[in-house]
């Protein structure tokens, strides 16, 4: 038996871009709100990808989306904590 812990990771492809998106996302709000922005004619909907940074992308109705969830090993940085980003070029 296995000691690994696991997280469950939830990815966002956006037309011809993914995007992982950091734990503490509500996915059933963030589909409902990309739903509305599309409803509205498009505007820009924001979320927090692994790292804890903030992504905003423009959703039109010409916007392909679709979600996939994994299974992952876990990563303690992943917080959904913007105040706290990792994996860019400063970071320790």
Do not use: C, W
């Not at 000691?3 to 409902?32: N, P, S, W």
């Not at 739903?35 to 505007?43: Q, T």
């Amino acid at each position: 038996m296995s000691d690994t812990q696991t997280m469950v990771r939830t990815q966002i492809a956006i037309d011809d871009h993914a995007y992982f998106l950091a734990q503490g996302q509500d996915i059933e709000k963030l589909q409902a709100r990309i739903e509305d922005a599309v409803r509205a004619g498009g505007r820009f909907e924001r979320f927090v990808v692994v790292g804890n940074r903030q992504m905003s992308v423009l959703f039109t109705a010409a916007s392909r989306v679709a979600f996939s969830i994994e299974t992952v090993q876990y990563d303690a940085r992943d917080t959904g904590d913007e105040d706290q980003p990792f994996g860019g070029f400063f970071d320790d």
